[in-house]
């Protein structure tokens, strides 16, 4: 897979990069000791698991290396990380054995 | 004379930090590693550790670019995801606002998940301390981490080049940020977010320029925060 050439990769390195020292600066550094307004922060608050589920899940069911057609050792890795991850909150411990989970199913089918 | 010596807090805030660089380094290098399996070259991913200091950003854009997501598009959702470094600098303003320019742009740099979750529990625990000291601190954890950071990107780009492609490597992304999101699910407004953006993940993965990720990403906020305000949980740190 080869897109560095053909999309905006260095574009999208800057503005990253800018975009997100603007959020860090922007209190620290701008506005100073100001509250922000409550309905504000509630949303704030749910950014990390209001976007990336709605990101990751059309990768779980219908990945793009498969074509797009469900993949059982995929979708029990994942639902593996999923548990781990939510009994233990160690992440590494989660993505370890998710990771190895898709490897050993993989080698099975 | 009863001031006391600034760089004992300095070690003091590298040896808080240090734990920490056990979870960004395992990043650093997932990121190292992804990033040159899609084709990009050491420079482009080591610039885009060092520019962007954000691991789930920096993730999220490389796995929109490579599904050939307009560029406007790649850059808001994964600025989206670096919203909550406004809530951190909010947060740290009253302990380092009247510090230098320089110092406070040098500070706003080196904001991370890390630094900013370990100085603010210092700084709540010690408030006889000064700003100096606060600021000494904070780069003290800064310097215990942020190196960390590049050298593991650096290494896992030397090591994506080499690793076979028969590893189905295009999974890390997901399963690193189910593992990411999985502790975050802690009260009932955090797991209908999740799910809402699920949903609508799905049912709108089918628009133009995936779109639909955007879409989702406002529907999932908004239900987390609407079931907040309704009083189905409540948010607690």
């Known amino acids: ?109 | 004379m009863s001031i006391p010596e600034p760089s004992g807090f300095f070690i003091q805030g590298v040896l808080n930090g240090a734990p920490h660089s056990l979870v960004i380094g395992p990043f650093g290098f997932l990121f190292g590693v992804v990033a040159t399996e899609a084709g990009l070259s050491i420079f482009e991913t080591l610039s885009f550790s060092v520019l962007v200091v954000a691991g789930a950003a920096q993730l999220t854009a490389l796995e929109l670019m490579q599904d050939n997501t307009p560029t406007v598009i790649v850059i808001l959702s994964a600025l989206a995801l670096n919203l909550r470094m406004a809530l951190y600098s909010a947060s740290l303003t009253p302990h380092l606002g009247t510090a230098g320019f320089w110092q406070r742009a040098a500070a706003a740099y080196s904001m991370v998940d890390q630094s900013y979750a370990t100085s603010i529990l210092q700084y709540e625990n010690n408030p006889e301390m000064t700003m100096p000291q606060k600021l000494t601190f904070f780069f003290g954890v800064a310097a215990s981490v942020i190196p960390v950071w590049y050298l593991l990107t650096f290494l896992g780009a030397l090591v994506g080049q080499s690793i076979p492609t028969d590893i189905p490597l295009d999974f890390a992304t997901p399963l690193t940020f189910i593992a990411l999101l999985a502790p975050l699910l802690r009260s009932l407004p955090h797991i209908l977010a999740a799910l809402a953006s699920v949903i609508a993940g799905l049912l709108f993965h089918a628009m133009p320029y995936n779109l639909g990720i955007m879409l989702a990403g406002v529907i999932g906020m908004s239900v987390g925060a609407w079931s907040e305000q309704r009083g189905f949980g409540e948010y607690h740190r």
């Open chain 1, 1 to 109: 897979m080869n897109f560095a050439q053909d999309s905006n990769l260095w574009l999208v390195i800057w503005a990253l990069g800018l975009g997100t020292f603007g959020l860090r600066f922007l209190f620290l550094g701008l506005v100073g000791d100001r509250k922000m307004p409550v309905w504000v922060l509630r949303h704030l608050r749910y950014t990390a698991v209001g976007l990336l589920p709605g990101l990751i899940a059309p990768m779980v069911l219908w990945p793009d290396a498969t074509g797009g057609m469900l993949d059982w050792p995929r979708l029990i890795a994942a639902i593996v990380t999923l548990v781990v991850g939510y009994k233990t909150k160690n992440i590494f411990a989660a993505i370890l054995l998710g990771g190895i989970c898709l490897y050993t199913i993989g080698q099975m089918v």
